[in-house]
């Protein structure tokens, strides 16, 4: 019965590996998902093994590139994870080298990527991307600065209930 089980699953299971780059829309998001799942799960061999392509890929989708990125680190390769970075730019970018800042305990960089331009209305660089409060709130957490830190994390939880990884904003929180 058990045998039996594990065929069924084993025969439903889609690989994560890809040969190059989606080619649409769907493909990307798909893409996408799987790959949050994965390092969801920390399996980043999973993202590591489909994603051979993007770091050659000049016009990558910028969020591919911040979880392969996020992979790399994961897998130990946090130069490649890096220089992967380096050469990209936008919000998913920024928040892929916070992330990696505060797992290498880099909490000025982290907040340095994250926190608002001067004379700025904003509490966020950005706003739009409810992770961006996550990021900045463990950030600031982490520095001692729970005053700065509380807003942003109560933001967090407002804006994304139901995001993977808001339990780590409730227990600062509470």
């Given at each position: 019965?058990?045998?039996?089980?594990?065929?069924?699953?084993?025969?439903?299971?889609?690989?994560?590996?890809?040969?190059?780059?989606?080619?649409?829309?769907?493909?990307?998001?798909?893409?996408?998902?799987?790959?949050?799942?994965?390092?969801?799960?920390?399996?980043?061999?999973?993202?590591?093994?489909?994603?051979?392509?993007?770091?050659?890929?000049?016009?990558?989708?910028?969020?591919?590139?911040?979880?392969?990125?996020?992979?790399?680190?994961?897998?130990?390769?946090?130069?490649?994870?890096?220089?992967?970075?380096?050469?990209?730019?936008?919000p998913q970018i920024a928040l892929a080298r916070?992330?990696?800042?505060?797992?290498?305990?880099?909490?000025?960089?982290?907040?340095?990527?994250?926190?608002?331009?001067?004379?700025?209305?904003?509490?966020?660089?950005?706003?739009?991307?409810?992770?961006?409060?996550?990021?900045?709130?463990?950030?600031?957490?982490?520095?001692?600065?729970?005053?700065?830190?509380?807003?942003?994390?109560?933001?967090?939880?407002?804006?994304?209930?139901?995001?993977?990884?808001?339990?780590?904003?409730?227990?600062?929180?509470?």
């Amino acid at each position: 019965m058990i045998a039996m089980l594990l065929l069924v699953l084993a025969a439903c299971a889609e690989p994560l590996q890809s040969t190059g780059p989606p080619g649409d829309a769907a493909a990307i998001a798909t893409l996408r998902a799987a790959w949050h799942e994965a390092l969801e799960l920390d399996v980043p061999s999973e993202v590591l093994a489909g994603g051979t392509w993007i770091e050659s890929a000049s016009d990558a989708d910028p969020e591919l590139v911040a979880l392969f990125a996020r992979a790399l680190a994961s897998a130990g390769l946090a130069e490649r994870a890096d220089a992967l970075l380096g050469q990209k730019s936008g919000p998913q970018i920024a928040l892929a080298r916070a992330r990696l800042a505060l797992d290498r305990d880099e909490l000025e960089r982290a907040i340095r990527e994250l926190a608002p331009p001067a004379g700025s209305t904003e509490p966020v660089r950005f706003p739009a991307v409810p992770e961006a409060f996550l990021l900045l709130g463990r950030a600031h957490a982490r520095a001692g600065d729970l005053a700065r830190a509380e807003p942003l994390l109560v933001e967090f939880v407002s804006r994304a209930p139901w995001h993977v990884e808001a339990p780590q904003a409730w227990f600062v929180l509470v």
